[in-house]
């Protein structure tokens, strides 16, 4: 508990550092614990250090813990659930039910699956577009390599928003992305910066978003850097957790 609550800490004051650097307030950044593959005491462990926002890869992980932890904390514990992870078909029923945001929204075929199964519910899901700009095959997401300058992907991407702004249950929210591995930092600093570029752009050309775009981008290496470039949500887990044979 002193090392989980050690390094929660610590994170904290990094989110702190890098959007002062940045002319932020850090209290306009959300920090997503990632918790994928932990046990579920560690998330019980999070939550007795002050951690609120869980993320999740995968959707039966997610309904499990979720159980898990509304049956020990009952339901008003006051805990986010985040679906980071994308999610397939015939796993949509789980986020509908169970997720609190959805970051990767990367189909309409699963926006259109969760609208119908939300409504079942009677909720409303903030969806996070998961958008593909650094062009690598092994990335899910709408294509935006060439959002700039490219007409096709532009017109695609308006259909996307009305869309899915038109379908019940659903709330568009932002725009989640992932910047490659392994590269210069100069790279993922333009990823990044692309990437809020793309919602300013998005919001100032589509009359049908009325909300500013958040931003989730960001995880344990470059957390930080995406703060600077305009991250509303960073995505965690490492850097609190530590490596995944590490016991609390």
């Keep these: ?30 920090l997503v614990a990632v918790t994928k593959t932990w046990p579920v005491e560690v998330n019980l462990a999070a939550y007795a250090v002050g951690i609120r926002n869980f993320g999740e890869n995968h959707p039966e992980e997610l309904a499990r813990k979720a159980e898990a932890v509304a049956t020990k904390l009952g339901a008003d ?17 789980l986020v509908a039910q169970y997720a609190d945001v959805l970051h990767a929204l990367d189909r309409l075929k699963i926006a259109n699956r969760l609208s119908r199964q939300l409504a079942d519910n009677d909720k409303i899901l903030p969806v996070f577009l998961e958008v593909n700009l650094s062009g690598e095959a092994s990335k899910s997401g709408f294509q935006c390599t060439r959002w700039e300058e490219d007409a096709t992907q532009q017109a ?21 992305t992932m910047a490659p591995w392994h590269v210069e930092e100069a790279i ?21 978003i009325q909300e500013p775009l958040h931003l989730s981008m960001g995880m344990t290496d470059d957390f930080e850097i995406a703060i600077e ?10 850097a609190i957790f530590g490596e995944r044979n590490y016991s609390y």
Excluded: C
């Design 77 to 93: 514990s006051g805990i986010v659930w985040h679906q980071i992870g994308v999610v397939q078909s015939r796993k949509t029923k």
């Design 229 to 238: 470039a305009g991250a509303t949500h960073v995505r965690v887990g490492r």
């Design 156 to 176: 695609d991407l308006r259909k996307v928003v009305e869309h899915i702004t038109n379908l019940p249950g659903l709330s568009l929210y932002g725009l989640m």
């Design 188 to 208: 993922i600093r333009t990823v990044f910066r692309r990437t809020r570029l793309l919602a300013e752009w998005m919001q100032d050309t589509f009359p049908v």
């Design 1 to 30: 508990m002193n090392k989980l609550a050690e390094r929660y800490t610590a994170v904290l004051n990094r989110i702190h550092n890098a959007a002062r650097r940045a002319g932020r307030n850090p209290d306009d950044i959300t």
